[in-house]
């Protein structure tokens, strides 16, 4: 006997397939067109195009949940635009009304069961809707009672549009326009609680491992961490103080800042097919490592003849202004 405490997500919810749809088979648009086409995907709230509109096929409503059923399974996410989906994903409308938090509440109570399912063993297809999840009365009052205002901003900084012209980039020795030093290593055992970053060789949570009070080691804030061991070539923005291990480098610039910062840890991190457990990012071979940026001509040219480039930080800078939500950084 299933408790009071307990409901199926079907008592809560009306749940359908969505659109089932085919990517290559829908008409894309621009950004600022048409409709977000929502796949199986666990990042970007699941939208991986914009498509036109589909003859014969109403959009789903804003505020529905989809959930995937393959792929990155029971990956959930509140739509906040009219959408469409593929293949393989249901849909979620509150049967009562129901807030914003309440809804990311069962997107979290959702994922939660994502361990019982596989892509290529038990799919969720089939007892999704029947799967168990706290009854609107057992939700936290908290979430009930406030509602989420949305903290993000989709307006760019810069209204003006800016192109990637990578034919035009330039070569640059990573040793050649930052200052790189390595962490040092602090065991668990010697950590102290505290607020300080720890920044391990890690792919989440901006590399932070832990928060510590230790502060005998620290690296400056406004600074890139890049791990060379360990998730390799995992580059993250460090605005404040704070300590790394000793599989992370530390990039130093007066020229960068969260903007700059943000282009390059971009470039840095699609090095990393270069390296593996065989092959590490050391100190010295990170020094000699290239990059391709944008770069501006000093009007000096070097002992051959050749034009002297230095990195275009200001369009880096401008660049990532130009993006949907910087407003946000």
Known sequence: MVSNRMKRLDEIFNICYGSQLDLNKCEICGKNQGFNFVNRSNSNCGVSARIQKVDKKEPFKAGSITVAMGGSVLSSFVQQEDFYTGQNVKVLVPIDEMNLAEKLFYCQCIEANRFRFSTFGREA???????LVPSREEIPIEIKKKP?????????LLEKQLSLQIDV????ELGSIFEIKKGKRLTKADMEDGQIPYIGAIDSNNGVSALISNNEH???GNTISVSYNGSIAEAFYQKNPFWATDDVNVLYSARINCYTALFVTTIIHREKYRFNYGRKWDLDLMKKSRIKLPAINTGEKDESGKPIYEPDWQFMEDYIKSLPYSACL
Request: proline share 9%; net charge neutral; glycine share 0%.
């Open 125 to 131: 297809n089939y007892t999704f809707n029947s799967l």
């Open 218 to 220: 620290l690296h400056d």
């Open 148 to 156: 989420i205002a949305n903290p993000f901003c989709k307006t760019p």
């Open 169 to 172: 980039w330039q070569w640059f």
